[in-house]
């Protein structure tokens, strides 16, 4: 990571996850199942997470808003995309509410947090293997 990623990090109150995100961690996630079942089983395991409030699941565009009430207040917006039979991406944003300049790297805990539960759940393939499946 580099002076201009950590002065970002630093100074950020939101954080997402993306193909070729330059830390591991936050490189999207795939998973062995369909983008339905990706959906309802992520719409199932943030019922079962005290703080969080689903807000919509929209199972045909493979998108999940949620409001997260405590400890601290954030919305998290979850993007499921199908791209091959039984491989699915899915990609976290995570944006803090709070009047300072920064959430003291919440959003980036929150992130890795979802995905070690989603990882319970569904089977993971791999991290950022966008190109490797065109």
Partial sequence: MGFKETIKNIFSVHSETTEKHYDEQFKT??????KDRGVKEITEMFEQLDGYKIKKADSERGE????????????????????????????FSVGTET??????GYSRKVIRTLYKELDKKLQYIGSGLGEQLL
């Fill in 29 to 34: 996630r795939y998973y062995k199942t369909t």
């Fill in 64 to 91: 999940i808003y949620v409001q997260m009430l405590k400890p601290r207040k954030a919305f998290v917006t979850v993007t499921v995309i199908q791209v091959k039979p039984f491989k699915t991406a899915v990609d």
């Fill in 99 to 104: 009047v300072l300049f920064t959430d003291f």
